[in-house]
């Protein structure tokens, strides 16, 4: 574990979970892939359908909904077997994580409404219990439902469009995210895997909110200096939260898909310890340089302190 404790390496968490000691772990926060196709690190499945991660005339120079996530005309036996495949595809990596981890430990990971059902059955399978499943209610979200007057329009179809004056195609405004919280079963009783490890209890005095007891919905949003790197990136209060929850100083916090860091960043103002692994090199080097910076900063303010 040492050679990649305090430090984000570039590689498959498939290939470098196996590689960390066992029992080294103390919690997980990780942004782990959705399996639906936001982008190429995104799709985790077999489908070959043409129109995977292209775009409509609707989606060009639109911020948010960049790619199709989805086939244009129906839904083939490929398209159904995505959810299933995500699975399998979660099963690489919690398999061997649940050696890795201390009883107790706590692992958070965020998911997307309509799969985080196969990722808590991997983890289940992988010896992991579910705890809650928390709510990330986000500051605004991008939604895009298609009016259906303008596609009956573009078709030709006149006749319909009083019919269906009001209705779109899409959903509803995509507000909130799922925090799914595990942990590692201990032997033992609680309060003697806290005395042991040190985790299965949950800091409630330090993590107040408004002076009250925080529940398991969670309001953090982007502070005004936080820069974002990625399309998927977290609050660092958010991550902060979590971290600071179920962990002490000097703890070891793993996130196997670290993107641009912000796992190592929340790590660090904690006085954790961080390991991070992510495929993809240009988001490594963003996650590098990010937290030199970072580093530097915290240095120049105990200095002047």
Known sequence: MNNFLNQVTHGDAITYIP??????IHCVVSDVPYGINIDEWDVLHHNTNSA?????????????????????RGWSASDKNIPSEYQAWCLKWTVPLYTKVKEGASIFLFGARRTVHR?????????????????????????????LNNVLEK???????????GWRLGNLAPRWEPIAWFFKPYTRTIT?????????????GDNLIDSKNPSNILRFGFSSHEQRFHEAQKPVKLLEFLINLTTRPNHVI??????????????????????????NESYIAIATK??????????RQKTLL
Not at 155 to 165: A, D, P, V, Y
Not at 192 to 204: C, M, R, S
């Open 19 to 24: 590689q960390l000691d066992d029992d080294s």
């Open 52 to 72: 995977l991660l292209g775009q409509s005339p609707a989606q060009l120079g639109k911020s948010g909904f960049k790619r199709r996530g989805k086939p244009i």
């Open 119 to 147: 990722l808590i059955v991997a983890m289940e399978d992988s010896g992991f219990l579910l705890k809650d499943i928390l709510v990330w209610e986000k500051p605004n979200a991008h939604h895009r439902a298609q009016r």
């Open 155 to 165: 078709r030709g179809m006149q006749s319909k469009l009083q019919e269906w004056e």
């Open 192 to 204: 003697d895997n806290v005395l042991e490890n040190g985790l299965g209890a949950i800091n409630i």
């Open 254 to 279: 793993l996130d196997p898909f670290i993107g641009s860091g912000s796992t190592a960043i929340a790590s660090i103002n904690l006085n954790r310890q961080y390991i991070g692994f992510d495929i």
């Open 290 to 299: 990010r937290i030199q910076m970072h580093v530097q900063t915290h240095q």
